[in-house]
């Protein structure tokens, strides 16, 4: 079992930045492929970045390529996703999610473990 805790949403202005944090419980953390999820309203739940159990791997979102930065500290049982250059259209909660193999690390159903969600607001 994993509990899942995000932090650090908030309302920016377009162009600006924030530092998502995901507190995790569970002394296996450091076996979980980690993810970060967002949901717009009445939009389905989209894939945003994920990164493998040990940090050397990491995957992005086209959308969010090159502004968006995940990573993860096993020994802290967090995970981080840096977001610069934030745009309207990243508004959303965004979730983390854990899993020990997802099949397809972009497949929100590929997770077991969900947080609760952080809500992020970028104003034009």
């Known amino acids: 079992q994993v509990q899942l805790v995000e932090s650090g949403g908030g309302l920016v202005q377009a162009g600006g930045s924030l530092r998502l944090s995901c507190a995790a419980s569970g002394r296996t953390f450091s076996s979980y492929v980690m993810g970060w999820f967002r949901q717009a309203p009445g939009k389905e739940r989209e894939f945003v970045a994920a990164i493998s159990w040990s940090g050397g791997s990491t995957y992005y979102a086209d959308s969010v390529k090159g502004r968006f930065t995940i990573s993860r500290d096993n020994a802290k049982n967090t995970v981080h996703l840096q977001m610069n250059s934030l745009k309207p259209e990243d508004t959303a909660v965004y979730y983390c999610?854990?899993?020990?193999?997802?099949?397809?690390?972009?497949?929100?159903?590929?997770?077991?473990?969900w947080g609760q969600g952080t809500q992020v607001t970028v104003s034009s």
């Open positions: 999610a854990a899993d020990i193999d997802p099949v397809a690390y972009e497949d929100p159903y590929e997770y077991d473990y």
